[in-house]
């Protein structure tokens, strides 16, 4: 399987380098981008011993979005003689320094994690205890009651976005909407983490067991019902449920093969190929009568007119970036600032910085004649427009550190942390992809929703256990 990932990987990107057809510093800069990213996955497949979905992410992500999508909307520029699709004009001189900027931010961020990752220390401290166990029925049962809560509360408002479109106005605060969906929703999950736990750690009388299947299955239609595709984007749905299997079944997804397996043929041939057959003209029984018809389909306009959507923005955003940066200047932190404050209120904060997304759509929208800003923007131009080639080095080295931070997580034996950490890592997808703001503050809102919650009940339930055994030990003293 190792040996399938490497020739698919050299296949793939073999054939969009030779059928591009562009001027030779660009294509020799997309060949140099190719081939570091090669080198890092052949590393990660082959010498890496640690399991590291981050790393896995991490290459899948920038091959979708740093390769193959750019190429495909190069060779359709040179097709029809267009833009890209935001309106922003193509430069082989752009390219060339947008894929510089790849280049160094994927050549630190490899290099910062393999020399950290010698470093790390891996903490076995947990919560493995007798008293944890004894407590943590109790913490299951109040937070299947809190769940119960929210789903009350909440129910309008989870009917509402069910049966409304697609971009309509908010029926509530944009606080309380982000507090309902990316942290009280979200306690489900936390408390079919505990189960899991509870199943695995404890030994259990079939009647207990019983209890705690019953259990599990609230907790997951409660889940089902707060994150389903009516209420949620795919980009948060697809980190809890991949999450859930890896929970469920770790054995699908405990190495770097098979998880890279999953992640490459998910992202780069199921979604893609899955697109072109719901776009194709074609009826099913044609397409079973002459397959070549699919075939066609696929190497015609379909997979070009699935790379060339904003979906798959994230590297001409960064040549539009610098565009911007050309003409407004450095924010010199501003927007990373805006980004870790995304809690305080614009009400509070009147001169508080929008997005990077929409602040590069509005640039496009005043100087390109775009007609949409609230576009993605990634890491390495959220570096970029902070403070330059020195920003896209110092997020690259950050970045590192925190997947090792939460590589210490996934290896030890707090099960929270443990899978909160798997999420990260299969959240990188959105993260990577920007922006900063909405990619850290949504994992922030999940961690508070998953673990701060648990940390809060079972700090509460820890202290009552404790002023009841003082206030035994108080009145045996009396008598």
């Not at 909405?438 to 701060?452: A, D, H, K, P, R």
Request: aromatic share 18%; charged share 15%; with cysteine.
């Amino acid at each position: 399987m190792k040996k399938l990932l490497i020739i698919l990987f050299i296949l793939i990107s073999g054939w969009l380098l030779l059928s591009t057809g562009s001027s030779w510093q660009v294509l020799v800069s997309f060949s140099i981008s190719v081939f570091l990213l090669l080198t890092i996955l052949y590393l990660h497949l082959f010498l890496e011993k640690t399991y590291s979905p981050f790393i896995t992410v991490f290459i899948v992500f920038s091959f979708l979005f740093f390769i193959v999508a750019p190429l495909i909307q190069i060779k359709v520029i040179d097709s029809r003689n267009a833009d890209f699709m935001t309106n922003f004009p193509y430069d082989s001189g752009d390219i060339v320094f947008t894929n510089f900027l790849v280049i160094i931010f994927n050549t630190v961020f490899f290099l910062s994690y393999w020399f950290l990752k010698g470093r790390r220390r891996i903490s076995k401290i947990t919560l493995n205890s007798n008293n944890y166990y004894k407590r943590l029925p109790l913490t299951i049962m109040i937070l299947l009651v809190f769940s119960f809560l929210i789903a009350i509360v909440s129910f309008g408002f989870v009917k509402n976005e069910m049966i409304k479109a697609s971009g309509m106005s908010l029926d509530v605060s944009t606080g309380l909407f982000l507090l309902w969906k990316k942290v009280l929703f979200l306690v489900p999950f936390a408390g079919i983490i505990l189960c899991v736990e509870y199943y695995k750690k404890n030994k259990k009388t079939s009647l207990n067991l019983l209890y705690l299947v019953m259990v599990l299955v609230l907790f997951i239609s409660l889940l089902i019902w707060f994150k389903n595709p009516l209420v949620e984007k795919r980009n948060a749905l697809g980190p809890i449920y991949i999450t859930l299997i890896y929970l469920f079944i770790p054995k699908l997804l405990n190495s770097n093969v098979k998880t890279t397996f999953f992640m490459f043929f998910s992202m780069i041939v199921v979604f893609p190929l899955s697109a072109v057959i719901t776009h194709t003209t074609s009826t099913l029984g044609d397409i079973i009568k002459r397959p070549s018809l699919l075939i066609n389909q696929f190497e015609g306009e379909g997979i070009n007119e699935v790379f060339n959507t904003l979906h798959y923005d994230a590297f001409v955003n960064i040549s539009a970036t610098v565009d911007y940066v050309k003409n407004e200047g450095f924010s010199y932190g501003e927007q990373l600032l805006s980004a870790f404050l995304f809690f305080v209120p614009r009400s509070l904060w009147e001169g508080k910085p929008i997005n990077t997304g929409p602040l590069v759509g509005q640039h496009l929208i005043e100087h390109y004649g775009f007609n949409y800003s609230n576009l993605s923007n990634a890491m390495v131009s959220e570096g970029y427009i902070n403070f330059g080639i020195i920003g896209v080095v110092l997020i690259a080295i950050v970045l590192a550190y925190t997947v090792i931070y939460l590589l210490t997580w996934l290896e030890g034996t707090h099960y929270i942390k443990k899978m909160m950490a798997f999420y990260f890592a299969i959240h990188l997808l959105f993260f990577l992809r920007g922006d900063f703001t909405n990619g850290f503050s949504y994992y922030i809102g999940t961690l508070i929703g998953v673990l701060g919650i648990f940390k809060l009940v079972d700090f509460l339930i820890k202290n009552a256990f404790l002023n009841q055994k003082l206030w035994k030990q108080k009145q045996k003293n009396i008598v």
